[in-house]
T-cell receptor, first 116, second 110 residues
Framework: EAGVVQSPRYKIIEKKQPVAFWCNPISGHNTLYWYRQNLGQGPELLIRYENEEAVDDSQLPKDRFSAERLKGVDSTLKIQPAELGDSAVYLC??????????????FGAGTRLSVL | DAKTTQPPSMDCAEGRAANLPCNHSTISGNEYVYWYRQIHSQGPQYIIHGLKNNETNEMASLIITEDRKSSTLILPHATLRDTAVYYCIVRENRDDKIIFGKGTRLHILP
């Protein structure tokens, strides 16, 4: 079974430029997450989707960040315009419920963004 | 904020058991203890979880104290590939949110 696939793995842009990250979750997983991970820190949730609906976007900086999951499968996270402080690793994860005793998130390898 | 406290780093000799502690003194009755790890340049990887009983799988064992205020992740025979940051997380299973702390950076020494 294929895992969570993210692209690109690395992206270098100049500040004020736009950038987009793509994520394809594990087949059949209805919940999709975007996280941001700063150097030396744990990942922080940006947005969570249940199918195509964003059910938790409280931590998403909405002035410059946007996300979509139009058909409830793959998802895109966009930053426009990028700022120096946006340099980080952007992680995508997916999950599906297997009863009440298990709710495991599976993560992609992430996209490392460097804003110059 | 993360509900757990972990040492920032630990060393373990290759082939020995690695015991990673975690304090979660404010854990509530319906919260599970989950462990993930993150190897360099990869996303976090699920290891194991438990509620109150000790758990074992092919990767590790999880020992939860009787009062559930702390737990220990045990890697029985550590290898160099176990070098990673290990995150201890408490969460309700009906809650899809994971709040990561800074974790423990485990160095396996040859």
């Amino acid at each position: 079974e294929a895992g969570v696939v993210q692209s690109p793995r690395y992206k270098i842009i100049e500040k004020k430029q736009p950038v987009a990250f793509w994520c394809n979750p594990i087949s059949g997983h209805n919940t999709l997450y975007w996280y941001r991970q700063n150097l030396g820190q744990g990942p922080e949730l940006l947005i969570r989707y249940e199918n195509e609906e964003a059910v938790d976007d409280s931590q998403l900086p909405k002035d410059r960040f946007s996300a979509e999951r139009l058909k409830g499968v793959d998802s895109t996270l966009k930053i426009q315009p990028a700022e120096l402080g946006d340099s980080a690793v952007y992680l995508c994860a997916s999950s599906t419920r297997r009863g009440a005793a298990e709710n495991i998130q599976y993560f992609g390898a992430g996209t490392r963004l460097s804003v110059l | 904020d993360a509900k757990t406290t972990q040492p920032p780093s630990m060393d373990c000799a290759e082939g020995r058991a690695a015991n990673l502690p975690c304090n979660h003194s404010t854990i509530s009755g319906n919260e599970y203890v989950y462990w993930y790890r993150q190897i360099h340049s990869q996303g976090p990887q699920y290891i194991i979880h438990g509620l109150k009983n000790n758990e074992t799988n092919e990767m590790a064992s999880l020992i939860i104290t009787e009062d559930r205020k702390s737990s220990t992740l045990i890697l029985p025979h550590a290898t160099l590939r176990d070098t990673a940051v290990y995150y201890c997380i408490v969460r309700e299973n009906r809650d899809d949110k994971i709040i990561f702390g800074k974790g423990t950076r485990l160095h396996i020494l040859p």
